[in-house]
């Protein structure tokens, strides 16, 4: 489980002093987190998804990314989505190095058995308050899909297929999680 790590309140610029142990790390609101490594099941769900989503959002001049990428709230807040979709040119204050946050149209969290009851609550409250324009949860387990937006206070669950319609593109995008999942747990490419 991620559990915060005791020190004083921290700033996102600390995360450039932890230690390079492989372990993944995050400040939200001046609490470092520390991740352990994702499963395979959870990095084929990443894949999965970009496999997905880059030919939709290309066109229009945004971006997928995976994780490792640092999408930063404020000074004190640095988290790395399991994916995020912003637009395609830096931010002029972050450069390369990070995201602004109320940049990012969708932000994914893949649940591990280690950070589910954070993507859950801690950070479903901070991407919805920073205005990420739509918030998954994907569970494996389960085979389904939370959406989250800022105006919902229950997700809509979706087992079927999941849709997106940001504002950017001209149609939406279905994602039959059917062979989504199968994907998953075979590890073989769609056809």
């Known amino acids: 489980m991620a559990m915060p790590l005791p020190t004083s309140p921290r700033t996102a610029d600390d995360l450039f002093h932890m230690p390079d142990d492989g372990r993944r790390y995050e400040i939200i609101r001046g609490d470092v987190f520390v991740m352990p490594a994702p499963s395979r099941f959870h990095q084929r769900a990443v894949v999965a998804l970009l496999e997905r989503l880059l030919p939709y959002v290309a066109p229009s001049g945004h ?57 859950r609550a801690v950070k479903r409250d901070l991407y919805l308050a920073e ?19 800022a105006a919902s206070a229950v997700p809509r669950i979706v087992r079927e297929v999941l849709t997106w319609s ?5 149609s939406p995008l279905h994602i039959p999680l059917a062979s989504f999942f199968d994907q998953v747990r075979t590890g073989r490419a769609r056809a």
């Not at 972050?94 to 940049?103: D, H, K, L, N, Q």
């Not at 940001?166 to 001209?170: D, E, H, I, Q």
């Open 63 to 119: 971006e997928a990314l995976a994780s490792p990428l640092a999408v930063r709230a404020a000074f004190n807040t640095q988290v790395e989505p399991d994916v995020v979709v912003a637009p395609r040119e830096l931010d002029h204050e972050g450069g390369a190095r990070w995201v602004r946050m109320r940049s990012v149209s969708l932000a994914v969290e893949v649940l591990s058995e280690g950070t589910a009851s954070r993507d």
């Open 131 to 149: 205005g990420v324009g739509k918030y998954w949860i994907v569970d494996i387990d389960a085979e389904l899909v939370e959406v989250w937006t």
């Open 166 to 170: 940001p504002a950017f593109a001209a």
